[in-house]
C-alpha cells in the first residue's frame, strides 16, 4: 500500500517556529555577552594605564614639592580653577641653572616653577596650568571626573626653632582649607595623599543603576552605566621629612 506525503501540521510548524527562535535568542545573546566582556577588557585595560600614566607623572611632581614654607604666589598665566574637584598646586625652587619639572613631565632651567592640577569639570579631563614658559592650562588625560587631595599634617610641632622630634610622623590626614587653621599650619605637613575616579569613554552594557564609589574620605554616585576606576597614592614630601 503506497502512503501518500503529508505535510506539515499547525502545531508542527508552531513548535519549528518556536525552536527557531529560541536558537536565533541564545545565538544573539551570547554574540551580545561576548560584545559586552570585550568591551569591558578593553575599557579596564585603557583605565589601568591611564592610571598608571597619573601616578608616575604626579608622584613625581609631588615628591619634590614643599621646598617652602606660605602660600604660593600666583602668576598672570594661571587660571581660576572650577570647585567641582580639589587643585593641587606644587613649587619647586631650585638653584640657578638646575631644571624645573613642567607638566608633561620635561624640564627647563629655571630657579622657581608651579604647575597646578586640576579636573576640568566641563570636559572630565586631568588639567595642568605651568607658570613655566606661559604655556596656560593643558590637557594631560581625559575620563577623568574627580580628583580628591588630602593633606598628612604633624600637629606635634610647636614651632620651636630647628625642631626635629617626630617630624616623619603623620596624625591627621585634612583637607587643604583646614591646613591653615592648624597651628601647625603648612610647615606641618608632611606627606600628601590623592585619589582619583577614572571613567570608560561609553557606558559599558545596559546597567544604570545607581553606584557609589568612595574616594578617600568622600563618596560619589553614578547611574551612567560607565565602568569606573578608583585608586589612591600617598607621596612623601622629601623636603619636609
Not at 90 to 96: A, F, I, L, R, V
Request: proline share 1%.
Amino acid at each position: 500500500m503506497i502512503q501518500r506525503q503529508r505535510g506539515f501540521t499547525l502545531l508542527e510548524m508552531a513548535l519549528a517556529s518556536l525552536l527557531t527562535t529560541f536558537i536565533v535568542l541564545i545565538v544573539v545573546q551570547a554574540y551580545q555577552a561576548n560584545q559586552q566582556s570585550y568591551q569591558y577588557q578593553t575599557a579596564i585595560t585603557r583605565i589601568q594605564a591611564d592610571a598608571r600614566f597619573v601616578s608616575t607623572l604626579m608622584i613625581k611632581h609631588l615628591s619634590l614639592a614643599g621646598t617652602g614654607a606660605g602660600d604660593v604666589s600666583g602668576t598672570t598665566d594661571l587660571i581660576n580653577f572650577p570647585t567641582v574637584s580639589d587643585t593641587v598646586t606644587t613649587t619647586n625652587d631650585y638653584s640657578g641653572g638646575d631644571p624645573v619639572s613642567t607638566c608633561n613631565g620635561t624640564g627647563t632651567g629655571l630657579a622657581t616653577g608651579t604647575s597646578a592640577f586640576s579636573i576640568d569639570a566641563t570636559t572630565s579631563s586631568l588639567t595642568c596650568d605651568s607658570s613655566i614658559g606661559g604655556a596656560g592650562n593643558q590637557t594631560l588625560l581625559e575620563n577623568v571626573e574627580h580628583m580628591r587631595v588630602l593633606y598628612g599634617v604633624n600637629t606635634q610641632l610647636d614651632g620651636v626653632a630647628g625642631e626635629t622630634l617626630d617630624s616623619e610622623s603623620i596624625d591627621r590626614w585634612v583637607d587643604a582649607s583646614v591646613v591653615p587653621t592648624l597651628a601647625v599650619g603648612w610647615d606641618g605637613v608632611r606627606a600628601i595623599q590623592v585619589g582619583f575616579i577614572l571613567r570608560s569613554e561609553n557606558a559599558i552594557g545596559l546597567d544604570t543603576s545607581l553606584r557609589s564609589y568612595t574616594l578617600l574620605d568622600r563618596t560619589v554616585v553614578k547611574n551612567d552605566g560607565r565602568l569606573r576606576y578608583v585608586f589612591s597614592f600617598t607621596v612623601a614630601l622629601r623636603n619636609r621629612i
